[in-house]
Structure formats: C-alpha cells, structure tokens
C-alpha cells in the first residue's frame, strides 16, 4: 500500500473542500470494506483518503417532501431496520441477499452504488477495461461471469452494484456534492452510471472530487417490488445475476413498471421493452415470462457466458411474480 493523508471532515461542505485537493486525486472512505481491498493492491492510489463517517448529516433515512431521503453513509442494516423503508421492498430484498451480518454492519449504501467492478482482470491490475495490446483479454479469456448485455465496446465488465437495480426500479433519484464547497446537483440514479470507452472514465459521471450524499426515495405507495438474486451459493457472494422489477396495477393491468438487470451489464440495465410489453396487461406467470424473455432479446454473450441468458430471463420473471405476490408455486 502506498503512503496517503487522511483526513476526517465534520461537514459536506469540508468534505467537498479536502476531496477537491490534490487536482482531485482523492478517494472517499465509507465503511472501507472494499476500499481498503483497492488501496493495499494499489488498484486505486489516491494522495488523501477522506473519511466520510465523519459527517453526522450523510447518515440516517428521514421523511422527505414526498418519499424519505437516505444518507450516503447509513449501514446496510440499519436501512434494514428502519420502518419508513417498510415500503421499499426491493431494495430491502438486496439487502437481505448480503449473506454477512459484517458487511451488512460496515458496508454503506453509497460505497455500494459507487462499488468498483469485481471482474478479475481488473482486480489483478489489468485495468477496467483489461485491454492488452489493443485485444480485450476478457473477449478472449475467462468471461463466465462478464456482460451479456451492453459489452458492444470495450467495457466487458458488469456493475457490481447489488443496490442500484433495487433503487432504480423504485424511481430513486441520488444527491451529488462537490467539487466546490457549495456545488450539489441531483439526477436520476440511471444516469449515474456510466459505460466507460477509456479507463479514464470510470463507471460513475463523478467528477474527480465529488461524492453522493443521499439517495432520494419517492413515495412507494402503490407500488409493489422487489429483487430476485440468481446466486451460486447461500454462503457471501455476488449475484450471477439479479432483476428488480417495481410494479404499479390498477384495475388487474400493469399501469407503470421499472424492470432493471443487475450484474448482466456494464451498468444496472433497465429493460425497457420488457416494461412495455406488460403495460396495459395482467401480470400474470404467462406475461411475466415474455417478459423475461423480452429482457434478454438483445443479449449479446460472450464464450463462456451463454448460461446467463437464460438466467436472467427467469430472473426477470421471478422478480416480477415476486414483486406482486405470485412467486411461491411459480418456481
Ligand atoms: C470480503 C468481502 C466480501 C464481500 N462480499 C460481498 C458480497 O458477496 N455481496 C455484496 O453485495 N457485498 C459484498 N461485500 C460488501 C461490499 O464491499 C459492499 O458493496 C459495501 O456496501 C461497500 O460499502 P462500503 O461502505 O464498505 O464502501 P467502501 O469500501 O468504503 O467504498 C467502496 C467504493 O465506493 C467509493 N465510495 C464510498 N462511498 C462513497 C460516496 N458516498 N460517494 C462516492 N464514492 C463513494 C469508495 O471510494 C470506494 O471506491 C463484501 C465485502 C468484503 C470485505
């Protein structure tokens, strides 16, 4: 591991200030269960680690004008615990299928949603791309668990986030400080991740010194989701593949419906003609299916990754039978 400062700020506004130093070559610390993984390989090298539990304002879920606002920092099991999130099915899903009352204590929610890739090329230091004298060595190597969706350019990798497919089908929006001390802007969590075409890039639009500071949850009434997560084992590990769906019906047909893939693409996939397909339809285990299968039409799998296909097609389907009570018997 390479020397670094560290600093632990009390405001957003201090935060912002020590992230913007050093031309913004800093990283944000959360609970550190990964971060800390990155800095001893030396797969990120930043000149000042800034310690973000130490702003009392990023931590906590309250009431918003119309939904309820979580901090950036707020442990995975206390979003768990806390009744105004009772509503939020999927993301409470997400949480539950983290096998690890460790990571569930020290793992934050926003140090989920900025995870950087866990494809292995990039965790040996090949870079997020793992380009090697201008060939993919993902294309041509070990791909079973890479992109089926959206791996047309060089990015083969899938977003590790387990949080984002969750939040994103329930219409979350996310709070980004930085890099000035007052500068704060709030968009849509589907447009907070980005498909790289340089390593430059990243996987996120976070500009050098700026960070999340809250998730923004509108209303969830009278919507009905949830995440299904297809795993390999019970025991701590990342989906195969995962499907949040969030539903709104009215009068036995499908009004309104976010269905998103996590871990299938480079980015958390929203899958946009599955919705379409079951809007003005009953939900039922026949429309959930074509549905499913609508989510995968274009999936595009590399060698060893055909399987995932399949996989997510069902997990489409599950998290849509999930999401409104038709799962047990529809296995
Ligand atoms: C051994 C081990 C196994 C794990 N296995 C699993 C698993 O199987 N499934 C699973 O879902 N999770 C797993 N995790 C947990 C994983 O690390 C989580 O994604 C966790 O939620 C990360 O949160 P953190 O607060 O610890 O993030 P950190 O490690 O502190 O940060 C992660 C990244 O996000 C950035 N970051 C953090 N917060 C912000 C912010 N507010 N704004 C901008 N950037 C930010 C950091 O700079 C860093 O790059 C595992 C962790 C460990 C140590």
Redesign the pocket.
């Given at each position: 591991m390479r020397p670094f400062e560290y600093a632990s700020p009390e405001t957003e506004a201090e935060a912002a200030d020590l992230l913007a130093d050093h031309d913004g070559n800093t990283?944000?610390?959360?609970?550190?269960?990964?971060?800390?993984?990155?800095l001893k390989r030396d797969l990120?090298t930043p000149q000042r680690v800034v310690d973000?539990k130490t702003v009392p304002s990023?931590v906590g879920v309250t009431p918003d004008i119309d939904g309820v606002r979580i901090g950036?920092?707020t442990?995975?099991d206390e979003l768990q615990q806390n009744p105004l999130l009772a509503g939020y099915q999927s993301l409470l899903d997400?949480i539950d299928?983290?096998?690890?009352v460790?990571?569930q204590s020290?793992?934050?929610?926003?140090?989920?949603?900025?995870?950087?890739p866990n494809c292995w090329y990039f965790r040996s230091g090949h870079g997020l791309l793992a380009m090697e004298n201008g060939e993919s060595l993902v294309e041509t190597g070990e791909n079973r668990y890479h992109a089926i969706l959206g791996n047309h350019g060089p990015a083969k990798f899938v977003s590790?986030?387990?949080?984002a497919p969750g939040l994103i089908s329930l219409g979350a929006r996310v709070r980004?400080a930085g890099p000035g001390a007052d500068d704060a802007e709030t968009i849509p969590l589907e447009y907070f991740y980005i498909t790289p075409r340089t390593e430059r890039q990243g996987v996120?639009i976070?500009r050098p010194g700026?960070?999340?500071?809250h998730i923004l949850l509108p209303s969830a009434a009278g919507i009905q989701s949830a995440t299904y997560d297809v795993l390999a084992s019970e025991?701590?590990?990342?989906?195969l593949v995962s499907a949040a769906a969030g539903v709104q019906v009215e009068g036995g047909l499908v009004r309104d419906c976010r269905i998103v893939l996590g871990h299938a693409a480079p980015v958390p996939w929203i899958a946009h003609e599955a919705a379409r397909l079951l809007t003005g339809r009953p939900l039922n285990e026949e429309t959930a299916a074509a549905a499913g299968a609508a989510a995968v039409a274009a999936a595009t799998p590399l060698s060893r990754n055909g399987y995932k296909v399949q996989m997510a097609a069902v997990a489409v389907k599950r998290a849509l039978l999930k999401a409104t009570g038709q799962l047990e018997g529809g296995l």
């Open positions: 990283a944000v610390l959360a609970g550190g269960t990964d971060l800390l993984t990155l990120v973000l990023l950036a920092l442990p995975l997400a299928g983290i096998r690890s460790q990571i020290m793992g934050t929610v926003g140090g989920d949603l900025c995870h950087l590790a986030s387990r949080f980004i996120t976070l700026q960070f999340i500071t025991g701590l590990d990342w989906p």
